[in-house]
C-alpha cells in the first residue's frame, strides 16, 4: 500500500543516515533518495509531469502521478503509457527523460526535499545536505518533444523554482546545499555553456541561500574547467577517481574562498581505496588551498555500488578483503578525513590494514596468471582477422548451411518459464541431483527443437533455459570472477542487477557450452547455433579489475570466448553467435576518445571470433541503443551475421543504410519482444518490404528484436508462428519476381 511503501521509505533514509552518521561522516546528503529515479524527483519538483498524466494545476504531484510517469497507467480514468527511460551517463542506472514543449512552466510541486531534511533532523542529522540535480543538467537531458521549444527562457522558470528551495533552505537553516551538474565533464555546446553562465548568475546573487556545492563526477571538467570555476560557487566537488590530473589545473584557477570536496574514493566500483594515494592528492590540495578548505567524499553517489560487505559471508575471504561496499566507502572517508584533520597516526592501525590487504591483492598468485598474460602477449594481428574475406567465406557458409532465402532464426532464449527457473534453483539448492537436472534440461532443450522444426525456423537455437543471467552464466565457469549473494545496485524503480565482480586474469579452464550445443546439434537435422556472450558485454557488466587497463581485461575476456568458440567448431557446430548488447554502452562520455574505445572493442571481439574456419558461421547481437553512429565499428566487427534490434523504430534504423552499405548480412527485428503482443505476419511482411529496401534479399535474415526469455509460450508461439508464416510469403514474392 502507499502507506507501507512511504514507511519503508523513510525506514530506509533514517537507516542510511545513521550508517553514515556512525562512520563518522560530518555532511550528511539528504533527498538523495528517489521512489523511481533522482531525474523523475526533478520533474516532480519542478511540476515538469506532462500533461497527459493530468496533474491538478497549482498542486503537488501525488504519488499516483509519480509512478504513472514512470510506469504507465491503465485505469478507468486513464491510458498512459510510460516516459521515455535512458542511462544515466554511462552508469546502468536509469532515468526518466523529461519532456520539454513549448510555452511550458515550472512551478514548485513537491515538498519532499524540505520533508527529507526535517525528517533527518529529527533522526539526529544535525548537518544535513540536501542535493538536487542542477537546472542545466536537467535540461540537457531532457529532450523538446515540438519545434520552438525556447531552452533559455525554460531555465528562466526552472532558476525561479531552483530560488524559491533555496530560499526555503535558508529559512530552515541549511548550511550548504549539493547541486549535482554532471554535465559539466561532457563536452558542451556553446548554447550549454550560456546555460551554465546564466543559470549560476542568478542563483549565487540571490540574497538567501546557503553555500552552493557544484557537484561534477564520473569524468574531468577539462575544457569546461575555465567555464566552472567562473560560475562563483562557494563550493566544487570534483571526480578524482576518474579524472586525478584535474587536481592541479582546478588548483591554478580556483577562487580564493571556494571550498574543494575531492571525490577520492570511487563510488562506481568495488575495491578498497589506496588510502596513500587518495591521501597525497588531499594533502596536495590542502597545501594549496588550507585544510578548512577540503571536503572529502566519494567520487559520486554511492548508489553505484552495493551497499554492504559485512553482509558477504560466504564470499571467497582472499578477494573479500580487497573490497569496499557502500559502508566500507563511508569508514575510508572518514578515515582519509582523520588523517588529513589530525595526521595519519590518528588512524595508523586502518591506514596499516588497508596498505597490508593491498599489497596481498597486488601480490596474489590469484590474481596473475602468467600463463594468461603470455597468451595474450602473443596475440598476433592474424587471430584478429578471418582467413578469407566475407564474400568468399559467406559462399562456403552457404553451401554448407543450405539455408533458404531469408534464413528465419530467433536470438538464443526461449521463455524461462517458472519451472525452468526452479529446476536451475533446485539445482543449486541441492534438492535435485545434477543427473535429474541434466535429464529434465534435455527434455526442455527437445521441446524448444522440435517446435522450432514445426514451426519452420531455419536456424534453431537451443533456448538457453540452463542460464540465469546471460553474463553470470560464463563468469561463473571462468576463472578470475566472484559472485556476491547480496551486492545488488539499483538500475532503475526496483530493478535491480548483480553484477558479477572480475578481480583477477580471465581464462577458460574448461568449455562451457559445448556440452548443451552438441546435446542441441545432435536432435535435429536443421543446424543449430552455439550461443556466447562476447567478451565487451561480459566486461561492462561486471564490476572490472581497477589494476589494469579494461581492455586488457576485455582482451583475456576474448581469448576465454575464443577458445570457447574453438570447441564449438569442433564439436560440429556449424553456426555461433556472440552477443554484444552491450557494446555501444561502453562508450566514454567524451566524443573524442570514442574512437580508440571502438577500436580495442572492435578488436576483442574479433580476437574471439575469428579463429574458426571459413565455413563456420558467426553471428552477432544487438539491441536497445542507438546504433547510427557507431554503424561502421559495428560493421567492422566483420560477423558474417547481425541481427539487430529495429522493430519498435518502424526500421528506421535502416535508413543509414541509405549512405552506408553494410557489408555483411543482417537480421533487423521484426518484432519487439518487450510486449506481449503478437505481431501479425502482415506487419511483419511490411517490415520485411522495408527492410529489403535496403538491404539485398541474398543479406537479409528474419528474427525478433532480442532474446524471448521475458515472454510466455503462447505468445511465443503465436508471434514465431505469425514470423514464419511472413517469411514465406516474401519468398514466394521473391519466386515469382524471379522468373
Ligand atoms: N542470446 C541472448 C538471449 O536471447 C541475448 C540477450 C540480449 O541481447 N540481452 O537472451
Ligand atoms: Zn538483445
Same mark, same amino acid.
Given at each position: 500500500s502507499m502507506e507501507e511503501l512511504t514507511s519503508t521509505a523513510s525506514e530506509l533514509n533514517t537507516r542510511h543516515w545513521k550508517l553514515q552518521q556512525e562512520a563518522g561522516i560530518d555532511i550528511i546528503p539528504t533527498g538523495d533518495f528517489a521512489f523511481y529515479d533522482h531525474m523523475l524527483e526533478a520533474i516532480a519538483l519542478l511540476g515538469a509531469a506532462p500533461p497527459r498524466y493530468g496533474p491538478a494545476e497549482g498542486a503537488e504531484i501525488d504519488l499516483e502521478t509519480y509512478f504513472a510517469m514512470a510506469r504507465g497507467r491503465q485505469d478507468e480514468t486513464c491510458d498512459v503509457t510510460a516516459m521515455e527511460m535512458t542511462k544515466w551517463f554511462d552508469t546502468n542506472y536509469h532515468y526518466i527523460v523529461p519532456e520539454f514543449y513549448r510555452g511550458m512552466d515550472f512551478r514548485l510541486a513537491s515538498s519532499q526535499p524540505f520533508t527529507a531534511v526535517e525528517s533527518a533532523r529529527s533522526a539526529g542529522v544535525t548537518n544535513p545536505r540536501p542535493v538536487l540535480i542542477g537546472p542545466v543538467t536537467f535540461l540537457l537531458l531532457g529532450k523538446t518533444v @515540438? @519545434? =520552438?521549444?525556447d531552452l533559455t527562457a525554460l531555465l528562466d522558470s526552472a532558476l525561479d523554482v531552483y530560488a524559491e528551495v533555496l530560499e526555503r533552505f535558508a529559512a530552515m537553516g541549511i548550511e550548504w546545499v549539493q547541486i549535482d551538474e554532471p554535465e559539466l565533464v561532457m563536452d558542451l555546446s556553446d548554447e550549454a555553456r550560456t546555460l551554465f553562465d546564466r543559470a549560476y548568475n542568478r542563483l549565487v546573487w540571490l540574497d538567501r541561500r546557503p553555500r552552493i556545492m557544484l557537484a561534477t563526477y564520473f569524468g574531468g571538467l577539462r575544457d569546461n574547467a575555465e567555464l566552472a570555476l567562473g560560475l562563483e560557487v562557494d563550493g566544487l566537488h570534483l571526480d578524482l577517481v576518474r579524472a586525478p590530473e584535474q587536481l592541479e589545473n582546478v588548483l591554478a584557477g580556483i577562487g580564493e574562498t571556494t571550498v574543494l570536496s575531492l571525490g577520492v574514493i570511487d563510488g562506481r566500483n568495488v575495491w578498497r581505496t589506496d588510502l596513500d594515494r587518495a591521501l597525497s592528492l588531499l594533502r596536495r590540495a590542502a597545501d594549496a588551498v588550507g585544510t578548512e578548505r577540503i571536503q572529502v567524499a566519494p567520487s559520486c553517489s554511492l548508489l553505484h555500488c552495493p551497499i554492504d560487505l559485512d553482509r558477504e559471508k560466504t564470499l571467497d575471504p582472499e578477494v573479500k578483503e580487497w573490497l569496499a561496499f557502500g559502508k566500507q566507502k563511508l569508514q575510508e572517508v572518514a578515515a582519509l578525513t582523520r588523517a588529513l584533520n589530525e595526521g595519519e597516526s590518528a588512524v595508523a592501525e586502518f591506514f596499516e590494514a588497508s596498505r597490508d590487504a593491498l599489497e596481498r591483492r597486488h601480490s596474489s598468485p590469484r590474481v596473475t596468471n602468467h600463463e594468461v598474460q603470455q597468451r595474450l602477449a602473443a596475440v598476433t594481428d592474424e587471430m584478429t582477422h578471418r582467413a578469407t574475406p566475407f564474400p568468399e567465406r559467406i559462399k562456403l557458409q552457404q553451401a554448407r548451411l543450405k539455408l533458404p532465402p531469408l534464413p528465419a532464426t530467433t536470438i538464443g532464449s526461449f521463455p524461462q518459464t517458472r519451472e525452468v527457473r526452479r529446476l536451475r534453483a533446485d539445482l543449486k539448492k541441492g534438492e535435485i541431483t545434477l543427473q535429474e537436472y541434466e535429464n529434465t534440461l534435455e527434455e526442455e532443450i527437445t521441446r524448444a527443437i522440435r517446435f522450432q522444426e514445426e514451426t519452420g525456423i531455419d536456424l534453431l537455437v537451443h533456448g538457453e533455459s540452463e542460464r540465469g543471467d546471460m553474463v553470470e552464466y560464463f563468469g561463473e565457469q571462468l576463472e578470475g570472477f566472484i559472485f556476491t549473494r547480496f551486492g545488488w545496485v539499483q538500475s532503475y524503480g526496483s530493478r535491480a542487477t548483480k553484477p558479477p565482480i572480475i578481480f583477477g586474469d580471465v581464462h577458460r579452464p574448461a568449455p562451457m557450452t559445448v556440452r548443451w550445443s552438441r546435446f542441441a546439434q545432435d536432435n535435429t537435422t536443421r543446424p543449430m547455433k552455439g550461443m556466447l556472450t562476447g567478451p565487451v558485454t561480459m566486461m561492462q557488466w561486471s564490476f572490472v579489475r581497477d589494476d589494469q587497463p579494461h581492455r586488457t581485461t576485455c582482451r583475456q575476456l576474448a581469448l576465454a570466448i575464443r577458445d570457447e568458440v574453438l570447441d564449438l567448431e569442433q564439436a560440429g557446430i556449424k553456426v555461433i553467435q556472440i552477443d554484444e548488447p552491450a557494446m555501444r554502452e561502453g562508450l566514454p562520455l567524451r566524443r573524442s576518445e570514442w574512437g580508440e574505445y571502438l577500436a580495442w572493442a572492435v578488436r576483442c571481439f574479433r580476437l574471439a571470433s575469428? =579463429?574458426? @574456419? +571459413?565455413g563456420t558461421q558467426i553471428h552477432t547481437h544487438m539491441c536497445y541503443s542507438e546504433f547510427n553512429d557507431i554503424i561502421e565499428s559495428i560493421a567492422e566487427m566483420d560477423a558474417d551475421v547481425i541481427s539487430i534490434e529495429a522493430s519498435r523504430s518502424r526500421? @528506421? &534504423?535502416?535508413?543509414?543504410?541509405?549512405?552506408?552499405?553494410?557489408p555483411n548480412c543482417i537480421g533487423p527485428g521484426v518484432y519487439d519482444i518487450h510486449s506481449p503482443r503478437v505481431p501479425s505476419s502482415e506487419e511483419i511482411i511490411e517490415l520485411l518490404h522495408r527492410a529489403m529496401k535496403f538491404v539485398s534479399v541474398e543479406r537479409l535474415w528474419v528474427n525478433p528484436d532480442? =532474446? &524471448?526469455?521475458?515472454? +510466455?509460450w503462447p505468445e511465443v508461439r503465436a508471434s514465431l508462428r505469425n514470423m514464419v508464416a511472413a517469411v514465406r510469403e516474401v519468398r514466394k514474392e521473391i519466386e515469382r519476381s524471379s522468373v
Open positions: @515540438e @519545434e =520552438g521549444v575469428s =579463429g574458426v @574456419e +571459413d526500421m @528506421e &534504423l535502416l535508413n543509414i543504410f541509405e549512405d552506408f552499405v553494410y532480442c =532474446g &524471448l526469455k521475458t515472454r +510466455d
